[in-house]
């Protein structure tokens, strides 16, 4: 695996993934003090996140779960002295689909956050990880 970062201005940055993909990264902001692209924290949180959706959709379809929707909603905690890692993750996951059995719900995220998720595997060496979940019926 492979990336290019190029510093493009101020506190701007552009990433080219080995796959070709082109991602802004920086904390610069524009005249109204917003940010001009995602903080290379809230991107790693971010990659955290989706890598532990991936693994939920995909562990539930594997065992045949009528499942139509995933989202990961994620909230962290940094250290207040540098490097400032991450001191606490809690994960919030809301899936859908028709008939879902909790148990096996409950399953595939244990199974993420404990055995397959390697974005989280990383960020468990300095902080807590905690999860809920809701499911919903889809219609």
Same mark, same amino acid.
């Given at each position: 695996?492979? +990336?290019?970062?190029?510093? %493009? #201005?101020?506190?701007?940055? /552009?990433?080219? +993934?080995?796959?070709?993909?082109?991602?802004?990264?920086?904390?610069?902001?524009?005249? &109204?003090?917003? +940010?001009?692209?995602?903080?290379?924290? &809230?991107?790693?949180? =971010?990659?955290?996140?989706?890598? =532990?959706?991936?693994?939920? *959709?995909?562990?539930?379809?594997?065992?045949?779960?009528?499942?139509?929707?995933?989202?990961? #909603?994620?909230? !962290?905690? @940094? !250290? #207040? +002295?540098?490097?400032? *890692?991450?001191? @606490? *993750?809690? $994960?919030?996951?809301? *899936?859908?689909? @028709?008939?879902?059995?909790?148990?096996?719900?409950?399953?595939? $995220?244990?199974? =993420?956050?404990?055995?397959?998720?390697? %974005?989280?595997?990383?960020?468990?060496?300095?902080?807590?990880? /905690?999860?809920?979940?809701?499911?919903?019926? !889809?219609?």
């Amino acid at each position: 695996m492979k +990336t290019r970062i190029q510093w %493009a #201005e101020d506190r701007s940055f /552009t990433a080219q +993934t080995g796959s070709g993909h082109l991602i802004a990264v920086g904390t610069t902001k524009d005249a &109204e003090g917003r +940010t001009l692209a995602p903080s290379p924290m &809230e991107l790693v949180l =971010s990659g955290a996140g989706a890598c =532990s959706a991936f693994d939920v *959709v995909h562990i539930l379809e594997r065992g045949r779960e009528a499942i139509t929707g995933c989202v990961a #909603e994620l909230e !962290a905690e @940094r !250290a #207040e +002295t540098e490097p400032k *890692v991450f001191t @606490r *993750v809690h $994960i919030h996951f809301v *899936v859908t689909g @028709r008939g879902l059995a909790r148990e096996k719900v409950e399953r595939a $995220i244990q199974l =993420s956050i404990e055995k397959y998720c390697s %974005a989280l595997a990383m960020i468990a060496k300095t902080a807590t990880i /905690t999860h809920d979940f809701e499911l919903v019926e !889809a219609p």
